[in-house]
């Protein structure tokens, strides 16, 4: 963390701030640890009651709020996240963007999504990626596009080059927005595009997370047959008593218990790959600040997705429980795996952030599929972060542990542990 400087670290964690409260129906300014920051950032050097030594060393840690649009192209995977370049102002929200061959060691590049038109002037919030037929990807992202309150659009971004595999430069066409919330969308309420699908009639389909009346989560349903003019369906997806649904994730996993990860759109096309899925829906619940999911049946002549357990929409499982929100999955063609990507929160207090120099964190990336009784999900973190452990493990085997007993293991000479644990009940 060294090399990163003080200054950046504090830009962040202003940025994780103002972040946090995005999500929020009510948006909690923290006025005070703005000026502090902006005098600190001043000065150079913002106090901190935490060694660096403490930052997470596999993680992949930023600043830090929820992730957009992660995806795998032409040999790397790209993560852009949500940050705040100019550190203290609400409204500059842009999508920082960094790849990886592996999805362990990154490379920063500049943002790859920054306000820079009428429909993003308030900020760039979070959205997600879809491959199109030709193999190039779009980007689909809610713009606020007003001062006074958080009016929320639909927009675009299309890669400059797409023979870049870097994706370095993104364009936004001048038909933009592409979506606004109009017949009694709340529009402070209407937000983060998932990833679409297209239908066997070639028409693409996608997700936007809102909220009706007072208390009703919905999931609304967009068509389009160019990704340009779009179209709302009569019906949502999906709707719950949960209040809000943020950042709403809708993928299909094998229903034999296959551990493959099936692509989004490739299941919708023919029927007999229809026939061997089931489909997720996960929405962040705003009110709890978790992630929840039901697993269930897309029918795809009614638009309509209707969970297996009825009940499931009362909050009956979690991908976590832990710390864990506003996750996103991709499927990873070059290992055939669905990935899941969460952002942990370190529960700390805001002026403990502040003191510190960040906030927030992103979990280890997970592949996810279904469990054989169909009834849940299994995750386990990717494959690739094994190579991170060092030659010699501490082993400790057998070892019965009882509750409340503390174990003590010795032989760890590092301030970096990867602790792997399997636990029989
Ligand atoms: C597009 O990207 C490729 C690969 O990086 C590069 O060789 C080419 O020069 C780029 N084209 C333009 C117009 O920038
Ligand atoms: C939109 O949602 C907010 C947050 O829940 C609520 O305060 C407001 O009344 C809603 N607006 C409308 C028109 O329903
Ligand atoms: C983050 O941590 C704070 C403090 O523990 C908590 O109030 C909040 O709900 C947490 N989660 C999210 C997703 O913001």
């Given at each position: ?11 962040w ?8 409260q ?16 902006a ?12 060694d660096?030594?403490?930052r ?6 930023p600043?830090?709020n929820?992730?957009?649009?992660p ?19 609400w409204g ?10 592996d999805?362990?060691?990154w ?14 002037k ?9 491959m199109?037929?030709?193999?190039t ?10 001062p ?12 400059r080059?797409?023979s870049?595999?870097?994706?370095r ?10 979506i606004?919330?109009e017949?009694?969308?709340?529009a ?12 066997a ?30 179209t ?5 997806l ?30 919708v096309?023919d029927?007999a790959a ?19 999911y ?21 909050h ?12 996103k ?19 700390d ?24 009784s ?24 057998d ?6 007993e503390?174990?003590e ?10 602790l ?6």
């Amino acid at each position: 963390m060294g090399v990163l400087g003080s200054r950046v670290a504090w830009a962040w964690l202003v940025q994780l701030l103002l972040l946090q409260q995005l999500a929020g129906a009510s948006h909690v300014v923290y006025d005070d640890l703005e000026l502090q920051a902006a005098a600190a950032t001043a000065d150079g050097v913002p106090p901190s009651i935490v060694d660096s030594e403490l930052r997470t060393g596999y993680h992949f840690q930023p600043p830090k709020n929820w992730i957009n649009a992660p995806m795998y192209y032409k040999g790397w995977y790209h993560l852009f996240y949500q940050y705040n370049p100019k550190g203290a102002v609400w409204g500059n929200i842009v999508w920082a963007h960094s790849v990886s061959r592996d999805l362990i060691n990154w490379v920063a590049l500049k943002p790859a999504i920054e306000p820079s038109i009428r429909a993003d002037k308030y900020g760039c919030w979070s959205g997600s990626a879809t491959m199109m037929a030709d193999g190039t990807p779009v980007i689909m992202y809610t713009g606020v596009n007003r001062p006074d309150v958080n009016y929320q659009v639909q927009n675009v971004a299309l890669p400059r080059n797409g023979s870049d595999p870097l994706l370095r430069e993104w364009v936004k066409p001048g038909h933009n927005p592409v979506i606004v919330p109009e017949g009694g969308i709340n529009a402070t309420q209407f937000r983060d595009p998932t990833t679409a699908w297209r239908g066997a009639d070639g028409h693409w389909r996608l997700l936007v997370g809102s909220l009706a009346g007072q208390s009703r989560g919905v999931a609304y349903v967009y068509r389009s047959r160019d990704f340009r003019r779009w179209t709302r369906a009569a019906q949502p997806l999906h709707s719950a008593p949960t209040g809000m649904w943020e950042c709403p994730d809708f993928y299909p996993v094998t229903a034999d218990g296959r551990r493959e990860g099936v692509d989004t759109s490739s299941a919708v096309v023919d029927a007999a790959a229809a026939a061997r899925v089931k489909y997720v829906l996960k929405n962040s619940l705003d009110l709890r600040r978790y992630d929840y999911y039901t697993v269930g049946t897309y029918d795809r002549k009614a638009e309509r997705y209707v969970p297996d357990d009825p009940a499931g929409d009362e909050h009956h499982l979690r991908y976590d429980y832990g710390n864990f929100y506003a996750s996103k999955t991709f499927y990873d063609p070059a290992k055939r795996r669905r990935i899941l990507w969460g952002w942990a929160n370190e529960s700390d207090t805001a002026a403990d952030d502040v003191a510190k120099g960040w906030a927030g964190i992103q979990a280890i990336p997970r592949k996810v599929w279904l469990d054989p009784s169909g009834k849940q999900l299994l995750q386990w973190p990717i494959e690739e972060v094994e190579r991170l452990r060092g030659k010699w493990p501490v082993i400790l085997k057998d070892r019965v542990v009882k509750p409340g007993e503390h174990v003590e293991v010795t032989g760890l000479q590092t301030a970096q542990v990867f602790l792997f644990a399997s636990v029989i009940l």
